[in-house]
Structures are given as C-alpha cells and as structure tokens.
C-alpha cells in the first residue's frame, strides 16, 4: 500500500458482547470518503438549482422592467434621429450644437436599448446572432465611451494589440456589453483601492495555433482573493458596498460569452491586480458574410396607400405613423402584442376569419418578447415582428419587409 499522507475520514462503530464471562469488542470502520463525495456533489447541485431559480426569477423581472423601458426608448430613439434629420435638411448653421445634442441623445438611448436586449438575450437564453466584427473596433468604443470617467477618476487606459487582427463573426452588441461591463468593474475596483498610479489595460491577441483570439483586461488594483474566486461569476454574489453593484454583471457576461461557445476566465494581471479573459474561437468572418439584407419592394408593384397602427402608447403610435408617413407608400398593419383592453393576437385571429388577405400583411411590435404570449403567439402565427426600442430606418426596413411579395 503507498503512503500518500491523505486523511482519510472514517466512521468507527464499536460494540461489544459478554461471552463466559468476559467481554469482547468489535470495531467496525467505514471509509467516508465516497459518502463525502456524495454529499458535496448534492451540495453543488443544489446550489446550481437554486441559482437556475434566481435566473428565472430574473427573467421574469426582466420580461416586465424591458417591457416599461422600451417605449420611452423607442420614443427617445425615434424623436432624436427624426429631429437630427429636419434640422440637418433646413441646413442652419447656428442648429449644429441641437444637432450633436441629438445625437448625444440618440447614442445614449442605443446605449440603453444595448443593455436591455443584452438581458433578454441571458434570459431568453437564445445563440449569438453573428456579423463580421472587429474586436479591436469593440474595444476602441467602450475605451472612448468610458474615457471621461476614467480620466476624472485619474485611471490611465492602455490599448495594446497589433494591426493585422482577423475580423471574427460575432454579435457584437453582446459582446460590447461584456466588455463594458468588465472595464466597469476595474474602474470601480481601482477607486475602492485608492492609489496614485492606477492603470487598466485592454489587450487583444491571435493565436493561430491554439486556434483562438483572446481579449484581456487586466487592472493594477488588489485582485480579487482566492477564497472568493470561485464565486465570482454566481449571480448576484457582490464584493461592492450597498448600492453600487447588484452582483449579476459578471453572470451576465459570462452567458453572453459563452453563448459564443467560448469562455470568461479570471486570472492574475502581471505585477499583480485581476485580469479577465476573453477567449473566442478564431473563425474569421467570410469575405461574402454580411447582415441579411431585407428584400425591397419591387418597382413595377402598385404602390401600397395606407398603414393601421395599433398602440394603447399614442406617443408610440404617433411615432410610428410619423415615421411610416414620410414615406407614404406602405399599406400594412403593425399592432402591439399586449395591451390593456385587447391585444395583438386577438386581432390577428379576427383577421384570419374575417379579412384573411390582411392577415398576411400585419407585423407586430413589442418590448415584451420573454413574455409567454408574445412567444406562443408569434410561434403559431409566424407573423414577422420588430422589438421596442426601434430607430426609423429599423421601422422602414420592416416595412419594407412586411409588404413585399413573396
């Protein structure tokens, strides 16, 4: 038998029994070693369990706080480019602050809308929706975006990566989001700590061989302790003080991540502080790959003349016939999915029964797709659908779409 110095946890049952007069012993003991394992095993599957509930419950919030966010976002978006392009065609010199303030106003809403559907895509739990990307591009973005509070924060942001990175196919609002929320965390890392010199550096890295491209972000703070590592990216489990952290950023990022079929590390920056990995496969995009590009209406077809919209929101419905009327050229419905008093389903089977050729030309828009009835509905109906919050081209585009003969 080798000596390995390993404690061995054992039962030991003794017991004994009088025979002629004298009393014997026996001991019985048991390995508790297999039990142990049994017994961690259960362990960590509870636990697993109970965080599948937390996520649910999660999704379920989320199905209702996207739902309220989504109108006042479609109407933030909209308004903002629409006024952008009036004022942009009336060409007044003294409108070009209005003009960068709407598009202020316009990149912060798409910030918003960003963060909404990077939470709906975790609940929803559904693959990455893939285009040509360049995580240098990526990165770049969230570095500018951040940049102003970082400065004021007096943290430095290094950019080091080369020029010849392969352009990969990814959802790239998925992974701004990750990358966001990671620099967040080090910035907010970084000012709990203090210190003078305070850095975070963005790096990103081809490796043919291995087969993949990572992107790391490390810090210079304190890094994260070894008796929590393990617990990092369990939802809702936060380090940060009451209020500033509700402990799902790293969870979230981590599913997005590996929606990508790839993986969310934590390790150790050189010299010290944590650093977060990135590891996506190297599967460049195809030189012929691109967004699917709507089909457009033919020249020769009869102009179509008029669009119902069915909203209980008269800002959205407002926006949406403004938007359709610039244009002129759509005869379609576009109906919400729920509303208080009657809802979009309710209408289509109307339709079927009733009017079954406008029935082939109704779309549906909605801010509450982790809903069950928007789900089975859209299922059983395939009738196309556009998300709240929505820009103008995304309106025109689906227009387009919906009346186009198939």
């Not at 550096?201 to 302790?225: F, H, K, Q, W, Y």
Request: charged share 25%; hydrophobic share 40%; net charge negative.
């Amino acid at each position: 038998m080798l000596w390995t110095g390993e404690l061995i946890p054992i039962e030991l049952t003794i017991t004994h029994v009088t025979r002629g007069g004298r009393r014997l012993f026996a001991a019985h003991i048991r390995d508790q070693r297999a039990a142990r394992r049994a017994e961690a095993e259960i362990r960590e599957q509870r636990s697993a369990l109970h965080q599948k509930e937390k996520l649910a419950a999660l999704g379920s919030l989320l199905a209702g706080v996207a739902h309220e966010l989504n109108n006042p976002l479609s109407i933030i978006t909209g308004q903002a480019l629409m006024m952008r392009e009036a004022m942009e065609e009336r060409a007044v010199a003294d409108w070009n602050g209005l003009v960068r303030r709407c598009e202020r106003i316009s990149t912060a809403a798409d910030r918003c809308a960003r963060i909404v559907r990077s939470f709906l895509d975790m609940a929803r739990q559904r693959e990455a929706e893939r285009t040509p990307t360049r995580l240098e591009t990526v990165a770049n973005e969230e570095v500018e975006l951040l940049g102003y509070t970082m400065g004021a924060a007096g943290i430095t942001i290094e950019r080091r990566w080369t020029e010849d990175l392969p352009v990969l196919s990814l959802d790239s609002s998925q992974i701004h989001q990750v990358v966001l929320n990671l620099l967040v965390n080090a910035q907010q890392a970084l000012e709990q700590a203090g210190g003078a010199d305070r850095r975070i550096t963005v790096g990103i890295e081809a490796d043919r061989v291995a087969g993949t491209v990572s992107l790391t972000i490390d810090d210079n703070g304190p890094g994260v302790p070894e008796a929590i590592r393990s617990r990092i990216f369990d939802p809702f489990f936060t380090t940060k003080p009451q209020g500033a952290g509700t402990g799902i950023g790293l969870a979230v990022s981590k599913g997005l991540v590996e929606a990508h079929g790839s993986s969310l590390t934590l390790g150790d920056a050189p010299g010290g502080g944590a650093r977060f990995i990135i590891r996506l496969p190297y599967e460049t995009a195809q030189a012929n790959e691109a967004e699917t590009v709507r089909p457009v209406a033919k020249a020769d077809q009869p102009a179509p003349r008029h669009l119902l919209v069915v909203d209980d929101d008269v800002a959205i419905a407002e926006l949406l016939a403004e938007i359709a009327g610039r244009d002129g050229r759509f005869d379609a419905i576009l109906c919400d999915i729920r509303m208080p008093s009657g809802d979009g389903p309710g209408l289509y089977d109307w339709l079927c029964e009733h009017h079954p050729a406008l029935a082939g030309r109704i779309g549906f828009v909605t801010g509450d797709t982790l809903g069950p009835l928007a789900g089975r509905f859209l299922a059983r109906s395939g009738c196309p659908m556009i998300e709240k919050p929505f820009t103008p081209g995304d309106v025109a585009a689906f227009l387009d779409d919906l009346t186009t003969p198939r």
